[in-house]
C-alpha cells in the first residue's frame, strides 16, 4: 500500500498495473454506456454477471434435455448433490466448517427459519435485540416472529440508536444494551455490515455478550459476506444468514445462504421446520414417516435445490475461490482507501461520508450523506456512465469492489464529482 496517496489518473493507473486482481475484471459483463464499460459502484445491490454463467447454464439446460429425471445422479453437477457443491467455498468466505453452510432458499426465508429454530421465547427470556435502521425486510422478519409468540414489538425488540447526532451505533453501546438486558434477552440479531452507512460489527464481542447473557447471537449478512472475510465459527456465531446476488454476483433472487454452528446444526433436539431435503440422504427416498435431520446445516433444507438458481452461484464462487478472500480483502481495504482519500477532496457538494473510515469497521462501502442535491448529484453520475447506488432520504452508496473495480475507477468516479456543480 503506498503510504500516501495521488489525486491523478497516472497514479490510480500505476495501482492498476501492480494490482494482481486487476484480470479478475475479464471475468464479469459490465453493462454499457455510449459504447463502453460503465464504472460500477453497485456491486453492494447487484453484483456483475460471470461471463461463465451462460456456458454454465447452456449445460444444464442440455443435462436436462438429455437425462430427464436421471440428471439427478448423471447430470454433470449430480442434482440430488447440488447444494454439497457450495459447502467447502462458501464456508472459507464465511469461516465455517463445509457442515456448517448450506446454500438454499432467498435471505429473509432463511432467516425467519432460523429465528423459528432460535428465538424460543419463554418466560422472562423473550426480547430480541437488533440495531435501530436494519433494512426493512429484517425489521418485519423479527417484528412478525416476536408476534407470532404473542409479544408486543415495542416491548420485545430492543433497537440500539447512534448516539444523539452521531451517524453510527457504536459496538460499546451495543454490548452494554446487551449486558443490561441480561436474561430478558433471547436473540441478537444485527446486520453484520448495515446496508445504509456501511458500518462493519464486531461480530465477535458482540456475541461474546450475548452468550454471557445467555442469548442466541445471529447476524443477516447480506452485505458482509463476499465482502469482509468472516470466522463465524470461531467466533462462536449461532446462526447466520446472507443473500448472494449483492457481492457474490449470483444473480437477482439467486439463492441464498444459512450457517447454523456445529454444537446446534448437529443437535437433532433443536427444533427446525422439516422437509424432505433436511432429511438424512441414506433415507431420504425411503419415503418413511419420522423426519431424521442430516448433520449440519443442510437439515434445515426443506425443499430439493432450484438447480437453475444455483447456476449463477457456482460461477461466481469458482471465481472467489481463484482469487481468494483474503487478498480480495487486502486489496479492498487498500481500493476504498484510495476512494475515500479522493472524495475526501471534494469540498464543493455539501456531503459527508457516514461510513466509518476505519478500515476494520467497514468492507468496500462508502455512504455519502448529502445535505442538499443528492438526488441531483445522483443522476448526474448516472448520466456520465457512473453507477452508484441511492437511498433514500439522500445518501449515495458507492462500493469499490474488488473483483471487477480499479483504481482508474475510483478516480474517473472524482473527477465526475469534480465536475457536477
Ligand atoms: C439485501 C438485503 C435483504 C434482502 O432480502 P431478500 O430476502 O434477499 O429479498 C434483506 N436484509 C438485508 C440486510 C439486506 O441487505
Request: proline letters at 5%.
Amino acid at each position: 500500500m503506498p503510504a500516501t496517496y495521488e489525486a491523478t489518473l497516472e497514479f490510480a493507473q500505476d495501482l492498476d498495473r501492480t494490482d494482481t486482481l486487476y484480470s479478475f475484471r475479464e471475468r464479469f459483463l459490465f453493462p454499457q454506456h455510449n459504447g463502453e464499460d460503465v464504472r460500477y459502484f453497485c456491486g453492494n445491490s447487484l453484483g456483475l454477471q460471470p461471463k461463465s454463467v451462460s456456458y454454465l447454464m447452456d449445460k444444464e439446460l442440455s443435462d436436462w434435455a438429455r437425462y430427464g429425471v436421471e440428471g439427478h445422479f448423471k447430470a454433470g453437477y449430480p442434482w440430488f448433490s447440488y447444494h454439497h457443491f457450495f459447502a467447502e467455498r462458501l464456508g472459507k468466505i464465511v469461516g465455517a466448517g463445509k457442515d456448517e453452510v448450506v446454500a438454499m432458499n432467498t435471505l429473509t426465508v432463511n432467516l425467519h427459519m432460523l429465528m423459528l429454530s432460535f428465538y424460543r421465547p419463554a418466560g422472562k427470556r423473550y426480547k430480541i435485540l437488533m440495531e435501530a435502521g436494519a433494512f426493512p425486510s429484517d425489521q418485519y422478519a423479527v417484528e412478525t416472529q416476536v408476534r407470532m409468540h404473542g409479544y408486543e414489538p415495542d416491548d420485545a425488540i430492543i433497537e440500539i440508536t447512534p448516539k444523539s447526532g452521531a451517524s453510527l451505533i457504536e459496538d460499546a453501546d451495543i454490548i452494554n444494551a446487551i449486558n443490561e438486558a441480561g436474561d430478558s434477552l433471547a436473540v441478537v440479531m444485527i446486520g453484520g455490515v448495515n446496508y445504509y452507512t456501511g458500518q462493519f460489527f464486531d461480530l465477535e464481542n458482540i456475541t461474546k455478550a450475548a452468550h454471557a447473557a445467555g442469548a442466541y447471537a445471529g447476524f443477516d449478512l447480506a452485505h458482509a459476506v463476499g465482502n469482509i472475510p468472516l470466522k463465524l465459527h470461531d467466533w462462536n456465531v449461532d446462526f447466520a444468514c446472507w443473500c448472494s446476488y449483492k457481492y457474490l454476483n449470483s444473480g437477482p433472487g439467486g439463492v441464498g445462504g444459512a450457517y447454523v454452528h456445529e454444537r446446534h446444526g448437529n443437535d437433532p433436539r433443536l427444533f427446525r421446520l422439516a422437509g424432505w431435503w433436511g432429511n438424512e440422504e441414506k433415507t431420504r427416498f425411503k419415503m418413511q414417516k419420522g423426519f431424521v435431520p442430516q448433520k449440519g446445516a443442510a437439515s434445515w433444507q426443506m425443499s430439493n435445490a432450484p438447480v437453475f438458481n444455483m447456476v449463477a452461484h457456482n460461477a461466481s464462487l469458482d471465481i472467489f475461490e481463484k482469487a481468494g478472500i483474503q487478498a480480495l480483502r487486502e486489496k479492498s481495504v487498500n481500493l476504498t482507501g484510495y476512494m475515500e482519500f479522493l472524495l475526501r477532496k471534494i469540498t464543493h457538494l455539501p456531503f459527508e461520508i457516514i461510513t466509518p473510515s476505519e478500515p476494520a469497521r467497514r468492507g468496500c462501502q462508502i455512504s455519502m450523506l448529502f445535505a442538499e442535491k443528492g438526488r441531483e448529484v445522483f443522476d448526474a453520475l448516472t448520466n456520465r456512465g457512473i453507477i452508484a447506488d441511492w437511498r433514500e432520504p439522500n445518501v449515495v452508496r458507492i462500493a469499490p469492489v474488488p473483483l471487477y473495480n480499479t483504481y482508474e475507477d475510483c478516480y474517473r468516479m472524482y473527477e465526475t464529482m469534480m465536475e457536477i456543480e
